[in-house]
């Protein structure tokens, strides 16, 4: 399944360093399991490095666990969603992936990464894919470090829905969300359905 595709298109930094995405793990968004059944495919439409914001990533980081996320204490702030782990160690060895026009890279939803600020005067331009195997499942109920992240959802979606003149809405919740987004991409739909 495509879990979550995205294009990404990071706008020059207006000064208050609010491009920046803090240091993440993927998972903390997602409410289907196992972890290792899911992976990210991210490539560079453009050359990506350190100046227009390349990703940054903390080798090793995929064995680890979900860790607690909330919105960093930034001077400038930080966009909406864009949350980081609360007690991350900025100090840990990180790798910066500079990367040519075409360039993919794979890896594990638990991996802890993010992205400087684009200190050019051009959009960076990359696109993202989530993928899950047809083995993983919708969980219950999120973790008790995802309820944030589920909570500001369903409160986007909702507020999409009313937009749109959807007057009766119920209480959305991440899985509702996340069926609504995902897409069979080959095979048959087995375990990631309603």
Same mark, same amino acid.
């Given at each position: 399944?495509?879990?979550?595709?995205?294009?990404?298109?990071?706008?020059?930094?207006?000064?208050?360093?609010?491009? $920046?995405?803090?240091?993440?793990?993927? %998972?903390?968004?997602?409410?289907?399991?196992?972890?290792?059944?899911?992976?990210?495919?991210?490539?560079?439409?453009?050359?990506?490095?350190?100046?227009? *914001?390349?990703?940054?990533?903390?080798?090793?980081?995929?064995? *680890?666990?979900?860790?607690?996320?909330?919105?960093?204490?930034?001077?400038?702030?930080?966009?909406? !969603?864009?949350?980081?782990?609360?007690?991350?160690?900025?100090?840990?060895? $990180?790798?910066?992936?500079?990367?040519?026009?075409?360039?993919?890279?794979?890896?594990?939803?638990? %991996?802890?990464?993010?992205?400087? $600020?684009?200190?050019?005067?051009?959009?960076?331009?990359?696109?993202?894919?989530?993928?899950?195997?047809?083995?993983?499942?919708?969980?219950?109920?999120?973790?008790?470090?995802?309820?944030?992240?589920?909570?500001?959802?369903?409160?986007?979606?909702?507020?999409?829905?009313?937009?749109?003149?959807?007057?009766?809405?119920?209480?959305?919740?991440?899985?509702?969300?996340?069926?609504?987004? *995902?897409? !069979?991409?080959?095979?048959? !739909?087995?375990? !990631?359905?309603?």
């Amino acid at each position: 399944m495509a879990m979550h595709t995205m294009l990404i298109n990071k706008p020059p930094d207006p000064g208050t360093k609010s491009s $920046r995405h803090p240091m993440h793990q993927d %998972l903390y968004y997602f409410p289907f399991r196992p972890a290792n059944k899911v992976v990210c495919s991210w490539t560079a439409m453009e050359k990506v490095h350190r100046q227009n *914001g390349c990703l940054v990533v903390v080798p090793g980081s995929h064995k *680890g666990v979900l860790l607690p996320h909330g919105y960093p204490d930034w001077e400038g702030g930080v966009n909406k !969603l864009y949350h980081g782990i609360l007690d991350y160690k900025p100090d840990q060895p $990180r790798v910066h992936l500079e990367m040519d026009t075409g360039d993919t890279v794979f890896f594990h939803p638990l %991996l802890i990464h993010g992205s400087g $600020r684009n200190r050019t005067s051009g959009f960076r331009k990359s696109i993202s894919c989530h993928y899950a195997s047809a083995d993983c499942y919708y969980m219950d109920k999120v973790d008790q470090v995802q309820e944030v992240a589920e909570k500001e959802l369903a409160e986007i979606a909702a507020a999409a829905m009313k937009k749109r003149g959807i007057t009766k809405i119920r209480k959305i919740s991440m899985k509702d969300i996340w069926v609504a987004k *995902g897409r !069979l991409v080959q095979g048959e !739909l087995v375990n !990631l359905k309603y």
